[in-house]
């Protein structure tokens, strides 16, 4: 819910976010020379809306099928044992084998890169990936492991304690990526 | 929604949005049994004390690999083995359980009240896995979560139970988790086998077994406990097979893609005939596949909140 006192300032819009996903389906494909052995897994939930438009992008280029598979980090959170109350869990699917197979994982914004190492650990357990790259739509900085992403739509500075959130389509907003100041859980 | 409760003591104390987070954060979790590594280490560092004073091996093993696919570190604990031959009480017990770290217990007791009685006097979790003929909580979570499974949803069923309602903590559990998800519920038993008052519950009751199952979405079929009865209830266990043993030629009498449902451990040819037993119709495995699920879901909730 927007808090009367938010403050919302544009980063990218829809446009912008339509030609970094169009760009990063193109390097995917240089990078690895083509579509053969090449799988997209998004991260829930953000990542998997913009690898489903990848794999869109992918295959309307390639002409060719490009698996695709969704995943639920929550059961390999480092914070479980911390906090309180337990974030839910979603459904992680992923109907191919993993093994042997390029993976690019894709999430919507690189932060402190918890996420990705959690992301990670649950695909090693899963099956032994050829390769995992990683795709993200924005990378504001402040890392906290070291991981560093192959494809980035945007690299924005940004203060720590600011939020930046990505809006979808897909969820009946306008297509855009904001830093939301004002926020009361930041 | 967020978890809060420290126990999971009855379904009667679940809202009917708790029971939808368990249920949902099942079928989350039902995919890791799929795996190849079956195994996440959502509950890594925790321990589980399987505390059954009771015996059983299927609902004891379910929840042992319940936690261990979640990495926990289980105990397991029966009461012939321990200091409790040697006179000490439950609560002491439990406290000395608990002095070693114990996140969650799960207890299985003879008592009614047994698991409500412990999670006063422990800082841990604690999971009622069966108190006497009160309650068995996961059996009915994992017979609904089956139920939803099969049919998409609950409410607006007909669900028939049938057997010993009055001795049976699974029959108990079940009426109170359907009626609150809005599914009709009827039971089928001999007047012996019925609970004074059982219609205060909000079921239909049935003498007849043809008569309930007139229509009927799911039949859950509740064992015969011979152990517990002696032959008090029954003139014979041969007139009990003859009046409600769901036969073949019975489950006719069903929707024709009903479902039948049975906790364990079976008693092939007295309350479900082997023809029924081991048809496409049964789903019987699939509760207790499905009750590592929900054990999980459990769990990993409950150790949130503790």
Redesign the interface.
């Known amino acids: 819910m927007m808090d009367s006192a938010q403050n919302e300032r544009l980063l990218m819009d829809a446009q912008e976010v339509s030609r970094a996903l169009s760009r990063i389906s193109h390097e995917i494909l240089e990078r690895n020379k083509g579509s053969q052995d090449l799988a997209l897994i998004g991260i829930r939930t953000g990542g998997v809306y913009l690898g489903q438009r990848l794999v869109t992008r992918i295959q309307q280029i390639e002409h060719c099928e490009i698996p695709f598979g969704e995943l639920d980090i929550t059961l390999y959170r480092d914070d479980l044992s911390i906090r309180k109350g337990q974030p839910e869990v979603r459904k992680t699917s992923i109907p191919f084998n993993i093994s042997d197979v390029k993976i690019v994982l894709v999430d919507d914004v690189l932060f402190t890169g918890r996420t990705i190492r959690a992301a990670l650990d649950s695909l090693m357990d899963l099956g032994r990936p050829a390769e995992i790259q990683l795709a993200v739509l924005v990378d504001r900085g402040h890392r906290q492991l070291p991981i560093r992403a192959n494809y980035v739509g945007k690299s924005i500075p940004t203060a720590r304690e600011e939020k930046v959130q990505v809006f979808f389509e897909e969820l009946g907003q306008v297509d855009r990526v904001s830093i939301i100041t004002g926020s009361r859980d930041v | 929604m967020?978890?809060?409760r420290k126990d999971l003591l009855t379904i009667t104390e679940l809202s009917v949005d708790e029971i939808e987070l368990i249920l949902?954060?099942a079928?989350?979790?039902k995919?890791?049994g799929d795996?190849?590594?079956k195994?996440?280490?959502?509950?890594?560092?925790?321990t589980v004390v399987n505390l059954f004073f009771e015996p059983s091996t299927r609902t004891r093993t379910s929840f042992e690999l319940a936690a261990k696919r979640?990495s926990a570190d289980v105990i397991n604990f029966s009461p012939s083995t321990s200091s409790v031959v040697k006179g000490e009480t439950l609560i002491d017990t439990a406290r000395n359980i608990e002095s070693m770290q114990a996140d969650i217990i799960v207890l299985r007791h003879s008592s009614p009240g047994a698991a409500e009685h412990l999670a006063r006097f422990v800082k841990s979790s604690v999971i009622n896995a069966g108190d006497g003929w009160h309650a068995h909580p996961t059996q009915a979570l994992l017979d609904v979560f089956t139920i939803r499974e099969k049919k998409k949803q609950i409410e607006g069923l007909i669900v028939v139970i049938v057997g010993d309602i009055a001795h049976s903590r699974v029959a108990r559990s079940n009426i109170a988790v359907l009626t609150k998800l809005g599914a009709e519920v009827r039971v089928a038993a001999p007047p012996t086998m019925l609970p004074l008052y059982v219609e205060r519950l909000g079921v239909k009751v049935y003498y007849r077994f043809e008569d309930a199952l007139n229509g009927a979405d799911v039949i859950m079929m509740l064992r015969l406990q011979r152990e517990r009865l002696g032959r008090a209830l029954l003139p014979s266990t041969r007139e009990y097979a003859t009046l409600f043993c769901l036969t073949a030629e019975r489950f006719t009498l069903a929707k024709p893609e009903a479902i039948v449902m049975h906790p364990g451990p079976l008693n092939r040819g007295i309350e479900i005939s082997p023809a029924v037993a081991d048809s496409s119709a049964a789903v019987i495995l699939d509760q207790v596949s499905n009750g590592v699920s929900v054990r999980m879901?459990l769990m990993?909730?409950l150790?949130?909140?503790a």
């Open positions: 967020t978890w809060t949902t954060t079928e989350s979790l995919e890791v795996r190849d590594i195994k996440v280490p959502a509950l890594r560092g925790k979640l879901a990993y909730l150790s949130g909140a």
